[in-house]
């Protein structure tokens, strides 16, 4: 079992920047592939970013490319979205998965290949 433990969410000014930390326990994050979804008002959960169980390969929603950057630092068992130049469509909850399986391309971006999710943090970007 992988619990994890998501931090950072607030409440920010469109232009700013905040960063989340998905913080994990139970077993070792450098064993899985980490995602992060987001969850609008109103909306289905949608995906924002993945990364691979090294950190080698990551992959983003087209609507965050060059704003949001996801690292792990797998020695503390933690990974993180970077999210700058917010903009209110992104304000959500947001929430990390775990992956035990090899989720490449395509698969990384479906939430159905996550075995364990976070509780989610809220992001709430004002305009």
């Known amino acids: 079992q992988v619990q994890l433990v998501e931090s950072g969410g607030g409440l920010v000014q469109a232009g700013g920047s905040l960063r989340l930390s998905c913080a994990a326990s139970g077993r070792t994050l450098s064993s899985y592939a980490m995602g992060w979804f987001r969850q609008a008002p109103g909306k289905e959960r949608e995906f924002v970013s993945a990364s691979s169980w090294s950190g080698g390969r990551t992959y983003y929603a087209d609507s965050v490319k060059g704003r949001f950057t996801i690292s792990r630092d797998n020695a503390k068992n933690t990974v993180f979205l970077q999210m700058n130049s917010l903009k209110p469509e992104d304000t959500g909850v947001y929430y990390c998965?775990?992956?035990?399986?090899?989720?490449?391309?395509?698969?990384?971006?479906?939430?159905?290949?996550?075995?364990?999710w976070g509780q989610g943090t809220q992001v709430t970007v004002s305009s």
């Open positions: 998965a775990a992956s035990s399986s090899l989720v490449v391309g395509e698969l990384a971006r479906r939430q159905s290949e996550y075995d364990y």
